[in-house]
């Protein structure tokens, strides 16, 4: 799931960084304020094909390909039990260029040249659509994170 948060917001999520319980509080918090959630976007499990075709170097990866899931930072601190990221509305910025660029070829491109070791067992056309699908809906919410001025959060559990 990926949220727009206010300055106000975020601040909140980054001073729980590193404390993964209290981290998760605020979170949960954040999730029920009905506001908060009118703000989200939904990628389901659609953000693992994501990320692997887009930045499959992870960490490591080209800046902001690896930021439309990865974030710019990781605020967690068991990665086992979760993956939780933060851009900065600057970075938001950045992201929303990239996906603004990023049409549904060079998606499906990237796609395909997934590495072996990062592919599910659902590989193929049925992901890609169900991938596709999901990106149509980041291209908007990082657009509007943008013109808002708001920082985004990405948070999925394992």
Same mark, same amino acid.
């Given at each position: 799931?990926?949220?727009?948060? @206010?300055?106000?917001?975020?601040?909140?999520?980054?001073?729980?960084?590193?404390?993964?319980?209290?981290?998760?509080?605020?979170?949960?918090?954040?999730?029920?304020?009905?506001?908060?959630?009118?703000?989200?976007?939904? @990628?389901?499990?659609?953000?693992?094909?994501?990320?692997c075709a887009l930045a499959p170097a992870g960490e490591?990866?080209?800046?902001?390909?690896?930021?439309?899931?990865?974030?710019?930072?990781?605020?967690?601190?068991?990665d086992d039990a979760a993956w939780i990221t933060h851009?900065?509305?600057?970075? @938001?910025?950045?992201?929303?260029?990239?996906?603004?660029?990023?049409?549904?070829?060079?998606?499906?491109?990237?796609?395909?040249?997934?590495?072996?070791?990062?592919?599910?067992?659902?590989?193929?056309?049925?992901?890609?659509?169900?991938?596709?699908?999901?990106?149509?809906?980041?291209?908007?919410?990082?657009?509007?994170?943008?013109?808002?001025?708001?920082?985004?959060?990405? @948070?999925?559990?394992?």
């Amino acid at each position: 799931m990926h949220f727009r948060l @206010t300055d106000a917001e975020a601040a909140r999520v980054r001073e729980a960084a590193g404390d993964d319980e209290r981290l998760g509080a605020v979170l949960a918090e954040l999730e029920a304020d009905e506001e908060v959630w009118a703000r989200a976007c939904e @990628t389901d499990k659609a953000w693992d094909p994501i990320a692997c075709a887009l930045a499959p170097a992870g960490e490591a990866d080209e800046w902001p390909a690896r930021g439309v899931i990865g974030g710019a930072r990781s605020l967690q601190q068991d990665d086992d039990a979760a993956w939780i990221t933060h851009l900065d509305p600057g970075e @938001t910025a950045e992201v929303a260029d990239y996906l603004a660029g990023l049409d549904d070829a060079a998606f499906a491109a990237a796609y395909a040249e997934m590495p072996e070791e990062l592919r599910n067992p659902e590989f193929g056309p049925d992901e890609q659509g169900y991938a596709l699908a999901m990106l149509a809906g980041l291209r908007p919410f990082f657009e509007a994170a943008r013109r808002e001025g708001q920082h985004v959060v990405f @948070t999925v559990g394992f």
